[in-house]
């Protein structure tokens, strides 16, 4: 019936009980000492000494168990209590120490010690108090009734013993668990990871990071994002088996331990995003959560609780770095990718600084004439010594620093320059797209960015097209629709990228302030052919005209696709068909060509 206890880290017992033990020593030591001043003779003295050090030198012997050495210092200190109390001629007083000694041992947070503490008091009190009374009780009533007197005393000190249990267990309580959830915290896990790992068998842990939750902090508040946190861990909950434990390991971060292989890991972790996508009611609306969960298997090469959260926290950051909202496991080679994907992170501080950043423009053509309309501005990174890097590796990077914010700032103003030097010199309107970041939107002055952005390059607010994807749009509405309705005041569009492809796209969309859809191509990939696709693109392109909005289908690459959209009715389309993203000379050099219709 009392709070469940724990077992206490190496370290942590081994310090303890090197303490109890030189205090037992310290006690074999005194006693002796009192018994010679008190004129015992030396059989009694030497008595003392055995009873007491005997058991403390079997306590030190570091190969035994923790078991025996703990039941060896209790019985050292037991016997030490005993001793003084026939020393002093069984005065009350001196059955204090016996009170004292129980304090000693409940450092030792096992039932053991004061097991044995009950056992020696009943036996001692009892038996030897049988046998002479006056040396155990120092009071006439004992000499009569021993056994009552044990069984007060052993009372007595099973209530010691239940309340000592009972304050650390409940203090390890408030330890081990998360305030705010109720979960276990990270010292817990890693104690519980420890012993399943130490039980045997195939152990796995999840890593569960809950994507771009500071934005729901920002833009909803702390209160709103601990509700949020709550609700996760209530589905976690509901998502593992009884023998699986969830802990939060502080922040938006949270881990399970599962007691199975990576195969039952990954069925809970499809479970967790399965059920974390249902939105999360609040006090002012809907909020849309996602997360990034990374698993590992514990090996037989490095079978220890650090590894394996390593290797589970390296999992969901390549989640975090492939698009989020995804499970990843754990594969050999993910350390040195983590270590790139550090350096990486510090160098991309610098690229702006150093110009190391570069525009390709892929354009977008309209489907009828095969006319250029315009182009969008892809940003590209030079690195000094690694070449050209991929923008699926450094993006998520830049988004998570906070990079993106001056990364994004710079691809504006760049491509709006080159947008109208375009413009001068060809003596067309030519619609410049640029993509915006969630950081840009919640963090920044996006309005007053475009704005500067705008007149400094004198390109006109109507032909700028402004990118964003219906993950970042669903996530806050009423935040991001004041900020997309303030930049449609100053002439700018608004697109939504990757359309079809998030959470409630439609129920969301005749809400939201924008003017153009973008098909994704995971649709236009399966052109002609798929019947699914053309109803989902012949749908989109519906919707788009009753709502009044233009259509961009993208990842166009064969002239079979090209003709099945334009058939579908579809406005503009951008892919490898016509173009590859291109450096600002190669793109500027192809205007004016156009692609047969």
Request: glycine share 8%; net charge negative; charged share 20%.
């Amino acid at each position: 019936m009392l709070p469940r206890g724990r077992e206490l880290p190496e370290d942590v017992w081994q310090g303890r009980h090197r303490a109890i033990v030189r205090l037992s020593f310290a006690a074999a030591v005194g006693l002796v000492l009192l018994a010679w001043f008190w004129g015992y003779d030396q059989p009694t003295a030497v008595a003392v000494l055995a009873g007491v050090a005997g058991p403390a030198a079997v306590a030190a012997v570091p190969t035994l168990g923790r078991a025996v050495r703990a039941a060896a210092s209790t019985f050292a200190l037991m016997g030490a209590s005993v001793a003084l109390t026939h020393l002093w001629g069984g005065v009350t007083e001196a059955h204090f120490a016996f009170f004292v000694m129980i304090g000693v041992v409940s450092l030792y947070q096992s039932w053991i010690p004061f097991g044995i503490a009950l056992v020696v008091v009943s036996v001692h009190h009892g038996a030897v108090g049988t046998l002479f009374p006056h040396e155990v009780f120092g009071h006439d009533a004992a000499e009569h009734q021993p056994w009552l007197w044990a069984g007060i005393h052993a009372a007595f000190v099973l209530a010691a013993s239940l309340a000592h249990l009972t304050s650390w267990r409940l203090n390890e309580e408030q330890e081990l668990s998360d305030s705010l959830t109720g979960l276990a915290n990270r010292t817990q896990l890693e104690e519980v990871t420890a012993r399943a790992l130490g039980r045997g068998g195939p152990v796995s842990v999840l890593f569960v990071d809950v994507d771009d939750f500071k934005d729901v902090n920002d833009s909803r508040g702390h209160a709103v994002g601990d509700v949020l946190l709550r609700v996760v861990a209530e589905r976690l909950r509901a998502c593992v088996r009884p023998d699986d434990v969830v802990a939060r390991i502080g922040g938006d971060e949270f881990a399970v331990v599962v007691a199975g292989n990576a195969e039952v890991a990954h069925a809970v972790g499809e479970r967790v995003l399965v059920s974390l996508s249902l939105p999360v009611p609040v006090e002012d609306g809907m909020v849309t959560v996602h997360a990034s969960v990374g698993v590992a298997e514990a090996t037989d090469d490095d079978r220890t609780t650090g590894a394996l959260l390593r290797n589970a926290d390296l999992a969901m950051h390549l989640a975090k770095a492939q698009g989020k909202n995804r499970l990843v496991g754990y594969a050999d080679g993910m350390a040195e990718a983590a270590r790139r994907r550090a350096g990486l992170q510090q160098d991309l501080l610098a690229a702006v600084t150093d110009d190391q950043l570069e525009l390709h423009y892929q354009p977008t053509v309209r489907l009828t004439d095969g006319r250029t309309t315009g182009f969008e501005a892809l940003v590209r990174w030079r690195h000094p010594e690694r070449g050209l890097v991929p923008p699926i590796e450094f993006i998520p990077l830049a988004e998570e620093s906070g990079a993106i914010v001056d990364i994004g700032r710079w691809v504006l103003r760049t491509a709006l320059q080159q947008g109208a030097a375009w413009i001068a010199e060809r003596g067309t309107s030519l619609r410049m797209a640029v993509n915006l970041s969630p950081r840009q939107l919640f963090d920044t002055d996006i309005v007053g960015d475009v704005v500067s952005a705008l007149t400094e390059t004198g390109f006109p607010a109507e032909l700028l097209t402004l990118e964003l994807t219906e993950g970042v749009l669903v996530r806050d509405v009423d935040a991001v629709v004041a900020q997309l309705e303030a930049l449609r005041a100053l002439g700018v569009r608004i697109a939504i990228d990757d359309f079809g492809t998030g959470f409630s796209s439609l129920s969301y969309l005749r809400k939201l302030p924008a003017d153009v859809l973008k098909i994704d191509r995971s649709f236009v990939m399966d052109l002609p052919a798929g019947r699914s696709a053309t109803t989902l693109i012949a749908s989109i392109v519906e919707l788009a005209r009753t709502l009044g909005l233009d259509v961009v289908a993208e990842g166009v690459e064969t002239d079979d696709q090209r003709l099945a959209l334009r058939d579908l009715q579809c406005g503009q389309a951008q892919g490898y068909f016509f173009a590859r993203p291109q450096p600002a000379a190669e793109a500027g050099a192809a205007l004016g060509v156009a692609v047969s219709a």
